[in-house]
């Protein structure tokens, strides 16, 4: 006897009932999946029928899930997420001698990159595939062995492995400091054509929060640049538009090869800038922990190198 069969509410009605549940909205899920708004309401009306409950309250041209509704909508997500990771895993299977490092963008270009001949050297066994988002972790569906990305960024499930530290100052380009008619300091520094990364959720070190940390506690920030990813930002300021906040180990490489410079000393060192994260429910692979393993040596070789 088929228990699933006769168990299971219609299939076809799990993914709008998930979409319109998550987005709280038949419409916002219709343009999601594609589909009409009518269709979203006939597959939902269809579980609510099977299922003999209510999961929505219809009220005011406008739709609210109900307790149950709530609940049915956690258990259904965490199912299609875990029927799709698997999906994925299984289509991008990797084989032996292949692992796989998820890493921000600025990182990957600016400090994985210019390092990826010391780990060949290290194990060259080893196949690096690497892939690059300027979104967190939790937002990366496809397989990883290994993430990388600035702490406080949301990670989900995924299993904490280590931290390392980071500093960050401000950085500009040579030629915008030699233009300016006095030395850059602290107090003059809001002055000066800033440039933003602005984070959605807010997950990142800002000009504000440095400034305060520095002991300017009301900055009066002047007009400056906004931009949605910190490559941009770096971009920005390598090309003399103004002053940004640089981290040093993605900026450290720039700084020595004269493309930026630091217009000041004032630096803020923090201890646990950076997480490595593997993936969560994976098993322990030798690719995996020796991608782990060259990760800890070439953060602890920065730091001993590093000017005090």
Not at 80 to 109: K, P, S, T, W, Y
């Amino acid at each position: 006897m088929n228990r699933l069969g006769k168990a299971l509410p219609p299939l076809a009605s799990l993914m709008p009932f998930e979409a319109a549940a998550r987005l709280e909205s038949f419409s916002r899920a219709a343009d999601e999946l594609h589909l009409t708004q009518a269709a979203i309401s006939r597959q939902i009306r269809a579980l609510e029928d099977d299922l003999g409950v209510a999961l929505f309250e219809r009220r005011n041209r406008g739709v609210f899930l109900t307790a149950a509704g709530r609940e049915f909508g956690r258990t259904v997500s965490a199912a299609l997420e875990g029927i799709a990771a698997q999906a994925n895993a299984l289509r991008q299977e990797v084989h032996d001698g292949v692992v796989v490092l998820f890493c921000q963008l600025c990182e990957a270009f600016y400090w994985v990159m210019p390092r990826l001949a010391s780990l060949n050297r290290r194990h060259p066994e080893l196949e690096v595939r690497l892939v690059t988002s300027t979104r967190p972790v939790v937002e990366h569906h496809d397989y990883f062995d290994v993430a990388l990305q600035t702490s406080g960024r949301p990670s989900g499930s995924h299993a904490l492995a280590f931290t390392a530290s980071d500093e960050i100052f401000p950085i500009c380009s040579p030629g915008y400091l030699a233009a300016q008619p006095r030395p850059i300091t602290l107090a003059s520094l809001p002055e000066h054509c800033l440039l933003h990364h602005e984070a959605d959720p807010p997950d990142w070190f800002e000009w504000d929060s440095w400034l305060r940390a520095m002991g300017n506690f009301a900055p009066a920030l002047g007009n400056g640049m906004v931009f949605d990813s910190y490559p941009l930002v770096l971009q920005a300021a390598l090309a003399g538009h103004g002053i940004a906040l640089g981290w040093r180990r993605s900026a450290e490489h720039l700084i020595q090869s004269g493309q930026l410079v630091r217009p000041l000393s004032m630096s803020l060192p923090l201890d646990n800038a950076l997480s490595v994260y593997t993936r969560h429910g994976a098993q322990p692979r030798a690719e995996t922990l020796a991608l782990l393993d060259w990760l800890q040596r070439e953060f602890r070789r920065d730091d001993q190198t590093t000017p005090a």
